[in-house]
């Protein structure tokens, strides 16, 4: 790629992160769709398989979920490079909305028309990451082991007070139990 | 995350505890990840636009530097039988994971009946509104999960336009 079209692709990028970022209200998993829709439909980036192992990796390293499935998503895309240009995009929203607005939120947060509109939000995002996980799910949960996996992690966050880095550690620690047994079978 | 930049800035005196939960609250409210919207309000309040670029630096960075190291593991060890073992594992939770979090987001607005997300007048005092109580769920916030759910399915609603929907269905009917 030449200098030019270096430049538009990682405008291109940045544009599509701002948009995401800036439409995001509930933080890292409610921006799972829209980088699902931006990312993998529109923009064909990324496989969606690609954004489950995204997903998979930002969520057993410390930090935001949302900043890091950006930059890994950017550095996917064109290297180190492009992951500023993504982590930008999807931080500066954010930082020029509440700089803007944050003051004025403050006084209002328990306004009810507040409330109202932002309980609409998390109703609707529901829908959306249900969407998504349906979505992401028929491609990962293909067998009874992989059921139970998903189901156990669901569980273990829904009734437990475990952290989701132990569930991650734990499934991949299962996962390589049980590629080592299938390596050995597939020996004798 | 938050329960740690909440004892952070209390430890050093910068916004006191009640203020705090303002913050979070807004931060919520306000798009973009929560933690950034957080130390971007922290850092202005405690050091002016200088404060909220570094405090959003500083929040990022880490992430920044592990997340690289990450992807270029996970470059290296693509081709290794042991290393697809391990997503073959960590797959399925995440989709478990990503499974918790709708319920999450469903139990702050469809399900509980608390302050945030109680039964809209128009429904309270009737027969209808103590059924709802009953059973825990708000209709309305039902009624707004089905639409976007039918709407991105059937018509390819953009998830934007999803957003921006449900933030108005929201102050029309809840």
Redesign the interface.
Same mark, same amino acid.
């Given at each position: 790629m030449d200098k030019k079209s270096k430049f538009k692709r990682a405008l291109e990028v940045f544009w599509s992160f701002f948009?995401i970022?800036?439409?995001?209200? +509930?933080?890292?998993?409610?921006?799972?769709?829209?980088f699902q829709?931006e990312v993998v439909e529109t923009k064909k980036w990324l496989t969606e398989d690609e954004i489950?192992?995204v997903?998979?990796?930002?969520?057993?390293?410390?930090?935001?979920?949302?900043?890091?499935a950006s930059?890994?998503i950017g550095?996917?895309i064109g290297g180190?490079a492009m992951?500023?240009v993504s /982590?930008l995009g999807?931080?500066l929203?954010?930082?020029i909305?509440?700089?803007l607005?944050?003051p004025i939120?403050?006084l209002y947060?328990e306004n009810p028309?507040?409330?109202?509109?932002?309980?609409?939000?998390?109703?609707?995002?529901?829908?959306?990451?249900?969407?998504?996980?349906i979505k992401? +799910?028929k491609k990962?949960?293909k067998d009874p082991?992989?059921?139970i996996?998903?189901?156990? /992690?669901?569980?273990?966050?829904?009734f437990t007070d475990i952290g989701?880095i132990w569930?991650?550690l +734990?499934?991949?620690?299962?996962?390589?139990?049980?590629?080592?047994y299938?390596?050995k079978d597939q020996k004798e | 995350m938050i329960p740690l930049i909440g004892e952070e800035i209390t430890r050093h005196g910068w916004i006191m505890q009640e203020e705090f939960a303002n913050i979070v609250a807004v931060s919520q409210m306000t798009p973009g990840p929560i933690a950034v919207n957080a130390a971007t309000y922290i850092g202005f309040k405690v050091a002016g636009i200088w404060g909220s670029a570094f405090a959003t630096l500083g929040v990022s960075l880490p992430s920044f530097i592990l997340v690289i190291v990450v992807a270029k593991f996970f470059e290296k060890l693509s081709n290794s039988k042991y290393f697809e073992g391990v997503l073959s594992g960590i797959r399925p939770a995440t989709i478990g994971l990503i499974a918790a979090a709708v319920w999450f987001f469903a139990d702050m607005s469809i399900f509980v009946l608390n302050e945030a997300s109680k039964l809209p007048l128009w429904l309270e005092n009737s027969s209808a509104g103590s059924f709802f109580q009953t059973i825990k769920i708000n209709p309305a916030a039902l009624l707004i999960f089905l639409v976007i759910l039918i709407g991105t399915k059937k018509f390819k609603l953009h998830p934007i336009a999803a957003v921006a929907l449900s933030a108005l269905l929201g102050l029309l009917i809840l």
């Open positions: 948009k970022g800036a439409f995001t209200i +509930g933080g890292g998993y409610a921006m799972l769709p829209l829709k489950v192992d997903y998979a990796i930002v969520q057993s390293v410390p930090g935001v979920i949302a900043i890091n930059i890994f550095y996917k180190i992951s500023i /982590a999807v931080i929203p954010s930082f909305i509440i700089l607005i944050a939120l403050i947060n028309y507040v409330i109202k509109a932002f309980t609409g939000v998390r109703a609707g995002v529901t829908a959306l990451i249900l969407l998504s996980a992401l +799910g990962v949960v082991f992989s059921l996996l998903a189901a156990t /992690a669901a569980a273990i966050m829904l989701a569930v991650i +734990g499934s991949a620690l299962i996962g390589l139990v049980l590629q080592g299938r390596r | -």
